[in-house]
């Protein structure tokens, strides 16, 4: 099955009783059983509920995984990967990260006795400088939050193979239209589903998809026994969302081509972070692993202090100036002070988040308005 087909059909069947082609909400917490232990698989929406079942098993076909499990959050996703691990574990991770991510890895996990290496991996070869036998997991966001570095995934995965040690890869920024990091050897793909997967901007949530029973059954373990999981109303918008999914990230795709290009021919911007420009350090690696390059794009305002960049925020008026991506309508983001602000500066300014930084989620409004509005903005 093709992937369109697949984001409308894949694990979505009639409902039983009235043939209802749309997944009902099953909004109930419990489930009658006859006798106890005897009950249709159901027995707390905590641990299973229908509406949930049919979005994990939407994701899993759409990562050419075999097992989807949804959170509250993206951050719990991430959270539940992490508590599969004990104390003295050791992950390596990738430098340029949500900020929420490093927060969690360094404010809370760290705290408890496991230890994380923040590491330029554009160059898959530098992990291998810390790999030792503690070394359990390696973490990359592919293109990263904000800088759009770009992570050969296979090449990670191929050098984690040999020391067997699992890969999981934060796909959001592509989602699994433009990027399927299973079938390029990672373990786990996570996602913040509140972004392209939702896509309209209205629903928290988070996925993690794998392909090993064993794997599954340990993070099932953590999602039922930490219990962040999302409620049925979630999952039913995000099951409408993903019906358009490969429509929406055509136009995603398309508008994010003609923004970076107008970007980097523009007088005020000093240099453009966006995969498909041909001068992106990592632009062959994305070509070969992603379908196309996606709607995100960050910049740098030429000889701007922190309070221009400010102003260029505020003044957009079709970009909205908020936290978050990936939904219909294009957003703008200040990394330094909003998204990335729990990044300490020092290691704001080494991987390169400069208070000239900006972020844009391009929408898929019509480009001449978008390309308009940020003429102003800049002008
Ligand atoms: O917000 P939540 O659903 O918990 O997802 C966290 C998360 C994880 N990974 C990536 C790559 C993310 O971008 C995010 C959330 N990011 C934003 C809110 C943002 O504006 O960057």
């Given at each position: 099955m093709?992937?369109?087909t697949?984001?409308?059909?894949a694990?979505v069947h009639?409902?039983e009783v009235?043939g209802a082609?749309?997944?009902?909400?099953?909004?109930?917490?419990t489930?009658?059983?006859?006798?106890p232990?005897?009950?249709?698989?159901f027995?707390?929406?905590?641990?299973?509920?229908p509406?949930?079942?049919?979005?994990q098993?939407n994701?899993?076909?759409l990562?050419?995984?075999?097992h989807?499990?949804?959170?509250a959050?993206?951050l719990?996703?991430?959270?539940?990967?992490?508590k599969?691990?004990?104390s003295?574990?050791?992950?390596?991770?990738?430098?340029?990260?949500y900020g929420g991510?490093?927060?969690?890895?360094?404010?809370?996990f760290?705290?408890?006795?496991?230890k994380f290496?923040?590491?330029a991996m554009e160059d898959?070869?530098?992990?291998?400088?810390?790999?030792?036998e503690?070394?359990?997991?390696?973490?990359?966001?592919?293109p990263?939050?904000?800088m759009?570095?770009?992570i050969?995934?296979?090449?990670?995965?191929?050098i984690a193979?040999?020391?067997?040690?699992?890969?999981g890869?934060?796909?959001?920024f592509?989602?699994?239209y433009l990027?399927?990091?299973?079938t390029l050897?990672?373990d786990?793909?996570?996602h913040?589903v509140?972004?392209?997967?939702g896509?309209?901007?209205?629903?928290?949530?988070?996925?993690?998809?794998?392909?090993?029973?064993?794997?599954?059954e340990?993070?099932?373990?953590?999602?039922?026994?930490?219990g962040?999981v999302p409620?049925?109303m979630?999952?039913f918008?995000?099951?409408?969302?993903?019906?358009?999914?490969?429509l929406r990230?055509?136009?995603?795709?398309?508008n994010?081509k003609?923004?970076a290009?107008?970007?980097q021919?523009?007088?005020k911007v000093?240099?453009?972070?966006?995969?498909?420009?041909?001068?992106h350090?990592?632009?062959?690696?994305a070509k070969a692993q992603?379908?196309?390059?996606?709607g995100?794009?960050?910049?740098?305002?030429?000889?701007?202090?922190?309070?221009?960049a400010?102003?260029?925020?505020?003044?957009?008026?079709?970009f909205?100036?908020?936290?978050?991506l990936?939904g219909?309508e294009s957003?703008v983001?200040?990394?330094?002070i909003?998204?990335?602000a729990?990044?300490?500066?020092?290691?704001?300014?080494?991987?390169?988040i400069?208070?000239?930084?900006?972020r844009?989620s391009?929408?898929?409004?019509?480009?001449?308005d978008?390309l308009?509005d940020?003429?102003q903005?800049?002008g």
């Amino acid at each position: 099955m093709k992937f369109g087909t697949k984001a409308i059909h894949a694990g979505v069947h009639p409902e039983e009783v009235t043939g209802a082609i749309m997944t009902p909400i099953f909004q109930t917490s419990t489930y009658v059983q006859a006798s106890p232990g005897d009950h249709k698989g159901f027995e707390y929406s905590r641990t299973q509920n229908p509406t949930r079942d049919t979005l994990q098993n939407n994701l899993a076909a759409l990562e050419d995984g075999t097992h989807g499990l949804c959170f509250a959050s993206g951050l719990s996703a991430i959270d539940a990967v992490i508590k599969t691990l004990k104390s003295g574990d050791e992950v390596i991770a990738s430098n340029d990260l949500y900020g929420g991510t490093f927060r969690l890895y360094n404010k809370i996990f760290s705290k408890l006795g496991l230890k994380f290496h923040f590491i330029a991996m554009e160059d898959a070869e530098s992990v291998r400088n810390y790999i030792n036998e503690n070394t359990k997991l390696i973490w990359l966001e592919t293109p990263s939050n904000p800088m759009m570095n770009v992570i050969d995934i296979a090449a990670v995965a191929s050098i984690a193979k040999e020391h067997g040690i699992l890969v999981g890869v934060d796909n959001t920024f592509a989602s699994p239209y433009l990027q399927r990091p299973l079938t390029l050897g990672a373990d786990i793909v996570m996602h913040s589903v509140t972004k392209y997967l939702g896509g309209h901007s209205d629903v928290i949530m988070g996925a993690l998809v794998v392909k090993d029973e064993e794997l599954a059954e340990q993070l099932a373990f953590v999602q039922n026994s930490s219990g962040a999981v999302p409620g049925p109303m979630d999952c039913f918008l995000v099951l409408r969302g993903i019906k358009t999914l490969h429509l929406r990230m055509k136009a995603h795709c398309e508008n994010g081509k003609a923004v970076a290009e107008y970007l980097q021919n523009h007088p005020k911007v000093d240099k453009v972070y966006w995969p498909g420009l041909p001068d992106h350090p990592n632009h062959d690696v994305a070509k070969a692993q992603m379908a196309d390059f996606g709607g995100m794009i960050s910049f740098v305002v030429a000889d701007a202090s922190k309070e221009e960049a400010i102003r260029i925020c505020e003044n957009l008026k079709i970009f909205s100036l908020a936290e978050s991506l990936g939904g219909v309508e294009s957003m703008v983001n200040h990394p330094a002070i909003m998204t990335h602000a729990s990044v300490p500066e020092e290691e704001r300014q080494r991987i390169g988040i400069l208070d000239s930084l900006i972020r844009l989620s391009v929408g898929i409004e019509d480009s001449e308005d978008l390309l308009s509005d940020l003429e102003q903005a800049l002008g």
